[in-house]
Every structure is written in C-alpha cells, then in structure tokens.
C-alpha cells in the first residue's frame, strides 16, 4: 500500500502537518487554479490522490479562487488555448467530434459555464456541448422559431445550480439554461429552455422599430440578469432581455455616440457590465480611439449615460508602432476577467474594462470572434496527467 | 467583537493574558494579540490568562510560541480594526512585507507553526503558511513535490502502485 509520506528525521515530538486532513486541504487549496495543479498532486501519493479527487475539496478549491480560469478561446472551428504549457491544452483535446460536412453548419454563439452553444438553422437545432467531458445535448428550436416566424440572432448557455455558495467553473454537470434571442418583422422575441424540465418557456415579444444588424460584430453580454446585445437601425441602441423577470428592452446608446449615418467598417462595439448591480457599460472603438460611457442611475430613478474615459490606444498599448498598422480589433469579452480581447496587427491583449489595465496574452491567436473558455480543471484528466508525468 | 477592549481599565492600559508554553516557558502578551486564536479568545472572554494563572498550551512548544506571537502582536491592530477596511495602503504594504519575511523559514519550523496555527485556530497565520508551502510546491512534477517535502523516495512497491496509477492516467512508458 502506498501510504502518505514520511517526514525525513527530525524531533521526535513533530508530526507531520500533512498528515493532518484539514491542513492538507488548506495548503493544497492554495495551489493556483491553472489545469495541472490538481492533476500533478493527485500523483504524489494514494492520499493525496483520494483528497483532490473528492467533491468536497473540489468545492473548496473552488471556493477558495472564486473564478476559473482562461483555458482558452473557441472559434466555429476550433479551441485555441491561452496557457502555456504545462497547462497549455491542445487544440484537438477539445474536439466537438462531428464531420464535415455536416459541421459546417453549426455555428458558435456563446461559451459560459463550462459549456458551448451551437446554433444549426438548417436542421433548426442547438447543441449544447460540454468539452471536459464530450457530453452533448441536441435541442430543437422553439416552436416559434422552427415555424420562421422568428429568427435566431444570439443565444447565451447560463448555469442554474442551485447549490449554496456555488462557484461557476465546474458546472458543465449542472442544470443549464438556454437563453435564445430573435428577431421578427414586429420586433424581438426571447425563449429561455431549463435542462430541469427539458422544455422551452413562453416566447417573450417586443414591438420595436429597431433592428440588430448582423453585419456588425458585437457578441451578446450577460449583464446580471440580463443578456445585452448591440441594435443599429435605425439608431444605435442595445437590447436587453432579463430572463428572471422575462422582460425585453430597448436602451438607447449614449447620445454623444457616433452618427451611424457616418459609420465606418473599422468602428467597433461592446457592451459589458459596469457594476454587480446591473449597470452598463458601452465601448466605442473607432480606429486607435476607445470612448467608454456608464450608465447610471440618477437621484430621480432614471438612467443616463456618462462619458467616462477616453483612450488612444496607440498610446496606450505596446505596439511595435501605430504607423500604416491596421487598428486593433475587439475579439471577445472574458467575463470573469470584466475583460475584452483586442489584438493589433502582432499582438493579442486583455484590457479590463473600467481600470483599462491591459496584459498581452502570449499565445498567438487567430483575428476573428473568439469565445473565451473559463473552467477548473478537473483531476483524473488523462491528457493532463500525461503532461504532467513527463518530468517525473 | 469587543474581546480586545473587555479587559481595558480606565487608564487605557492594555489587558495582558500569560501564555505557558509545553515546555513551561511563560510568554506575557496583550488580550487583543492573543485572541487572534479563537481557542484562546473563548478563554479569554471568559476572564482566563490573567494575573498569575496562566493558559497552559501543551501542544505548543517555546520556539513555535514565540514565532506565533510575533505573528499575532503585528496583526493585531488591523485584526481589532475588522480586518482593516481603513487601513492605509503603507499600513496594508507593510504587512505584506511582515508576512512574506515571516514565512521565509525553515520548513520544519513552517509545520510546527502551521500545527500551532491550526489547533489555536489562527485562521490567517493558517492560510499564510498554507500559501507559503503551496508556493513550495507549484509547478513541480510529483517526484519533485515528494522530494521537496521530504518524502522518502518510493520503495519499489510503491514505485509499482505509483506506475499502475499513472496508467490509471492513461500513461504508458515507451
């Protein structure tokens, strides 16, 4: 049997402290969140193996960092990490497994919780996917959708654990939601399925003038309880569908904003949280130049935006030189982070929306819309183990 | 919590609490230093530490008592103040320098004051030297780990389970 360890010799009085349950969890608590630490320890003795393995420090691991990691970035055909090795995850580890052609169809529109949403409007089906453990569930459209009444623009997977103190990162066994937004000649329309009762719920509709257009790129953001998407016709506005209380909404954008009557193709937008409380943030990314407004609450209970900052980036940013180099691009938004994913012309940065703080990710990524992959990884991950075995 | 100011007199004079170590050394500390340990602050609610009597800690030796105190005396004043929400950047900066000056030990006095910290329940003396090991460790394989923490090489028994759990892993030697 292999036992735990033996402390080399020393007093005689001494007992190893590791030896003690509750202090080995304290230490190995401690252990940064990244995708090898759980599964390097969990090799250093039976005993160690059985602590890391069970749920119960799981959860306090969890508990301990409170936000999962960047593993990486989903594309519509592929994950990129963002760790460098040992944690760095190749590419092929998460592999959706259907072929072409038929893969092709499948569109990506969100990453949360430990899950990937993929939209099919041929076969009129999503396909809500778990990458940690290959699990993958097939929902058919509502039936306001399926009849083209209404069609599919964004979707957002949200977890709806109910436990205690639950720390998203490890949900991809957790009851989920699926929260569809759509659009129809009268206006929008929203579905929220519940994996809990398997079903979709009552359609939501709003009668609007507005109209999301798909030819500007700006990924739906869960805002609280609310999922904010960008509208552009005939003004620059955002939607914004609260899935507790099933309400939409339409928000006018800051009125100092741009003129979509001048707009340019290199003009950029991104909505994200402001606060817990629910406020808005509104970025505005024209060439090197980002303006951010926040939406807040004034003392008569209405909301008005503010110009907060406004930011030169070619100043700001690291960048070999702004001169005849094509302005950066926004990628994505990680949410744990409250960071957006902007790369220039050579590079690939996180800035924090609000402090506008950046770092520059050291992998190399691809410019198009990237869905950011948060998770803790969890021990008894063959190819992990592989990794970490290496040096042993 | 008012433990720290219960014992306070008129005079502003800070109450003291004596502290006897397993090998009968007597260390004379403030209430508010002490209480830190939730163990000790139940006693020292209830009126114990005082004059000549003394709270014996017979699982804690001399060294390790005086290294916890030193702990507890500089955290004190923060610990009274709820954590120190007030605290000024300087203050919280100089504690950082304290805690990682603190912990640059030899490991076989960071378990003698990670066991002290734990059956006196300090919780951030707890998680300080919890971090410090954790740091000793990261990023290493499991061999480095076992030899980092002084566990013996395995013998070839256990060399045999560790193998047949790293195929439990899917690894397979070429």
Known sequence: ?392 | MAAPESGDGNNGAARMVTLISSDNTRFEVEAAAASLSQTLQLTILDGGGGGGDGIPLPNVDSATLSKVLEYCIKHAPAAANGGAPNATAVDRAELERFDNEFVNIDQSVLYSLIMAAHNLEIEGLQSLVAKKVADMIKGKSPMEIRRTLGFPDPTPEEQAEMNAHMLEYGWAYE
């Open chain 1, 1 to 392: 049997m292999l036992t735990g360890h033996r402390l080399l010799p020393g007093p005689a009085s001494l007992v190893s402290p590791l030896d003690n349950h509750d202090i080995l969890t304290k230490i190995l608590t401690h252990l940064p969140p990244v995708p090898s630490s759980i599964p390097r320890i969990s090799l250093v003795c039976r005993q160690w193996s059985h602590l890391v393995t069970d749920p119960d420090f799981l959860r306090l691991f969890r508990a301990h960092h409170r936000k999962a990691p960047l593993l990486g970035f989903f594309t519509r055909s592929r994950f990129y990490p963002a760790l460098d090795s040992p944690d760095c995850i190749p590419t092929d580890h998460f592999n959706l497994g259907i072929d072409n052609p038929e893969r092709w169809s499948w569109y990506i529109l969100n990453c949360r919780h430990g899950r990937v949403l993929f939209v099919n409007r041929s076969q009129r089906q999503f396909l809500v996917w778990a990458p940690i453990t290959g699990e993958q569930q097939r929902l058919p459209f509502p039936q306001e959708f399926c009849s083209n009444k209404s069609v599919v623009r964004n979707g957002v997977v949200n977890c709806v654990a109910s436990e205690i103190g639950h720390v998203h990162g490890s949900c991809h066994t957790c009851p989920f939601q699926v929260i569809l937004l759509g659009c129809n000649k009268n206006g929008f329309t929203a579905s929220v399925y519940s994996s809990r009762t398997n079903a979709w719920g009552n359609t939501i509709s709003l009668v609007s003038d507005h109209r999301m257009d798909h030819t500007i790129f700006c990924s739906p953001t869960v805002v609280g309880n609310s999922i904010c998407t960008l509208l552009t016709v005939p003004s620059l506005s955002i939607l914004q569908f609260d899935f507790i209380l099933e309400s939409l909404a339409v928000i006018e954008a800051p009125s100092d904003a741009p003129e979509l009557a001048l707009y340019q193709d290199r003009w950029q937008f991104l909505i994200a949280p402001a606060d817990a409380a629910g406020g808005l943030t509104f970025l505005f990314l024209s060439g090197f130049t980002a303006r951010l407004w926040k939406r807040r609450i004034n003392s008569d209970g209405g909301a008005g935006w503010v110009l907060e900052t406004t930011v030169d980036l070619s100043e700001f940013l690291p960048l070999s030189s702004a001169v005849n180099k094509r302005p950066p691009r926004i990628l994505g938004f990680v949410e744990e982070d409250n960071a957006m994913l902007l790369c220039s012309e050579d590079d690939s940065f996180m800035i924090h929306v609000g402090s506008m703080r950046y770092k520059k990710v050291t992998r190399t990524l691809p410019r198009c819309p990237l869905h950011p992959f948060t998770c803790f990884y969890p021990a008894g991950n063959i190819y992990i183990a592989c990794l970490c075995l290496d040096h042993l």
